[in-house]
């Protein structure tokens, strides 16, 4: 007997992976910490390391200074939030990286994260810590941040997502199709876990981490939620000028839940920009999210007298120029 639309499965179900985020250079040089505060501190905490991708994950932090822990996407890396943690470090911020398997569950990523963040609470003096997640870092992030376990963190949290399909990834529906479970004889399930990992049954529009959003600690104390419009978009374009592909990965439908979007301390912004353009590349300055960050508070403003200096640094970091 012929299963039908096992094609569309497993085409939907590679989509679901999400988008790489493709850089081209090597992410192994240590952070320029020129501006960042004396570490009196060294800390060897499982999954939280230096965002880059050099074998050595120890931490070398100022206790007394609050901490921003990155939260990357899935086909990514810590490395590739070395520019942004740059940045920080020219406004003297300190930044460190989760690192996760992006097809483990994502709730198991989550409370990996969580007790990483508690660990390191446990080493430093002030209490600020933030985590900013991208794509499906920020659902992660926000899982870490909910629940009884974030309570135990003690910590005044504040939490940035950009991009994350909190509604489940369009894509994957077929993942959570009953109908498509029975016609196929059971083999969705088998199809969805070979192509994006055991996170498949959290990921798709019915699943339960996606319908029934834990509350957040009351500990989270900001919540910014930046949603990408990414239509029109392009991430790579021809000698011509023509978009070669595209940079359109969620749906504003896809970013939206209502379950989460009514829940204090929510802030919510929508912004024009691409999936990767908003946290830029080796093509892209992320000039929106900097902007959002700084105007938000999440990251430091940049002083009259450096501004030039700071431009210099992002063309340098994200283009390669200079």
Not at 229 to 253: M, P, Q, T
Request: hydrophobic share 40%.
């Amino acid at each position: 007997m012929r299963t039908p639309h096992l094609p569309a499965v497993l085409f939907c179900a590679w989509l679901a992976g999400c988008a790489a985020v493709p850089d081209e250079r090597e992410a192994t040089a240590p952070i320029d910490g020129r501006r960042l505060p004396a570490p009196d501190v060294e800390l060897a905490i499982a999954g939280l390391g230096p965002c880059t991708d050099a074998a050595d994950r120890t931490l070398h932090l100022d206790s007394r200074q609050p901490v921003n822990v990155l939260v990357h996407g899935c086909f990514s890396s810590a490395g590739r939030f070395r520019a942004l943690a740059q940045v920080y470090a020219f406004q003297g911020q300190q930044a460190v990286c989760f690192s996760y398997d992006d097809r483990d569950r994502l709730s198991k990523s989550a409370a990996q994260l969580t007790a990483a963040l508690a660990q390191l609470r446990q080493h430093t003096q002030s209490r600020d810590l933030t985590v900013i997640g991208h794509s499906q870092g920020g659902l992660v992030a926000r899982r870490a941040l909910a629940g009884a376990a974030a309570d135990a963190i003690d910590a005044d949290l504040r939490l940035v997502t950009i991009s994350a399909p909190y509604a489940g990834i369009g894509a994957a529906d077929h993942c959570g199709s009953r109908v498509l479970r029975v016609a196929s004889l059971g083999l969705v399930a088998p199809i969805c876990h070979l192509v994006t990992g055991a996170k498949w049954s959290e990921i798709h529009f019915a699943s339960r981490f996606i319908r029934e959003p834990a509350a957040l600690s009351p500990r989270v104390r900001e919540f910014l939620k930046l949603e990408t419009d990414e239509r029109d978009s392009c991430r790579r374009h021809d000698e011509h000028g023509d978009c070669r592909e595209d940079d359109y990965v969620f749906s504003l439908a896809e970013q939206r839940q209502p379950a989460i979007d009514g829940r204090a301390p929510i802030m919510v912004q929508e912004v024009r920009a691409g999936h990767v353009e908003i946290v830029g590349n080796a093509r892209t300055v992320p000039d929106k999210l900097i902007a959002i960050l700084q105007q938000r508070g999440f990251l430091a403003a940049t002083e009259p007298e450096r501004r030039v200096a700071f431009e210099a640094l992002l063309q340098r970091l994200y283009l390669g120029e200079g």
